[in-house]
């Protein structure tokens, strides 16, 4: 589940990057180009995490926890910017992912798969 969520995150930053582009404008080409960048660098990652994380690979934990708990914080300054839609959202994923690779299940499968735990 955890690995499906951070998957469509990454879909998602992907498609925030497509739309930055077609935003682009000569007045802001700098800031257009780096943030369509920065969206798809960040979707790259994410989308490497979940595939990792559906390989059962330990490493992909650290760095999901915290792009949810960076998404935890952005849904928190969004919860001001007209409707709750969009920060409950945000941060009902967040917790969704982060109970999910803590859990113990996960947490056993994740550690047992590197050989650390018999």
């Not at 960076?70 to 941060?91: C, E, K, T, Y």
Request: some cysteine; hydrophobic content about 60%; overall charge positive.
């Amino acid at each position: 589940m955890a690995a499906s969520l951070v998957a469509v995150e990454a879909l998602v930053l992907v498609l925030l990057g497509v739309l930055e582009l077609a935003n682009l404008r000569s007045t802001r080409l700098t800031m257009g180009v780096t943030t369509t960048l920065f969206f798809v660098a960040a979707a790259a990652g994410l989308a490497w995490c979940a595939w990792s994380l559906r390989q059962v690979r330990r490493w992909a934990r650290g760095p999901v926890v915290m792009a949810q708990l960076i998404q935890l914080g952005l849904a928190w300054n969004f919860r001001d910017v007209g409707g709750l839609l969009l920060p409950v959202s945000m941060a009902a994923v967040a917790v969704v992912v982060i109970v999910g690779l803590v859990h113990p299940a996960s947490t056993k499968a994740l550690e047992t798969a590197d050989g650390t735990y018999a």
